[in-house]
Nanobody, 122 residues
Framework: QVQLVESGGGLVQAGGSLRLSCAASGRTFSSYAMGWFRQAPGKEREFVAATRWSGGSTYYADSVKGRFTISRDNAKNTKYLQMNSLKPEDTAVYYC???????????????WGQGTQVTVSS
């Protein structure tokens, strides 16, 4: 059984920063893809960023490119999403996910965390 637990959300003013964490436990899936998605009220879940759990190429949505960065701590089996220059339109519940196929479409991912709320005030 794979478990993903997000943390690090909160309330921040526009222009501020937050770092989200995604801690994984359970089976070893270093070859798996790991993605970040977000969902705002009344909107569909959208892609934010994705990479392999073991590292390598990282892909970002155009809306966050240059502001958000994925990093990792192998010793803690944790991935991070550093979010800088936050905007009110970044407000959403953020989810981390893991799956066998690396892509931008959320149905590709098999395992999901519980989500963490990010609210950016103007």
């Amino acid at each position: 059984q794979v478990q993903l637990v997000e943390s690090g959300g909160g309330l921040v003013q526009a222009g501020g920063s937050l770092r989200l964490s995604c801690a994984a436990s359970g089976r070893t899936f270093s070859s798996y893809a790991m993605g970040w998605f977000r969902q705002a009220p009344g909107k569909e879940r959208e892609f934010v960023a994705a990479t392999r759990w073991s590292g390598g190429s990282t892909y970002y949505a155009d809306s966050v490119k240059g502001r958000f960065t994925i990093s990792r701590d192998n010793a803690k089996n944790t991935k991070y999403l550093q979010m800088n220059s936050l905007k009110p339109e970044d407000t959403a519940v953020y989810y981390c996910a893991a799956g066998r196929i690396l892509g931008r479409s959320y149905p590709l991912y098999d395992y999901w965390g519980q989500g963490t709320q990010v609210t950016v005030s103007s």
